[in-house]
């Protein structure tokens, strides 16, 4: 194999990066929404 293409490994990335910042989205609007219930 040896050389990865660039241009894949960063798209790999950004979908990575995109799945993490919607699963912290939705962890802190449930936590939010836990805080608004106990209130």
């Known amino acids: ?17 995109k799945t993490l910042l919607s699963f912290l989205g939705l962890s802190y609007s449930l936590i939010k929404s836990d805080l608004f219930c106990q209130v």
Not at 1 to 17: D, H, L, Q, R
């Open 1 to 17: 194999m040896g050389v990865f293409p660039i241009k894949s490994v960063i798209e790999f990335a950004i979908v990575i990066i």
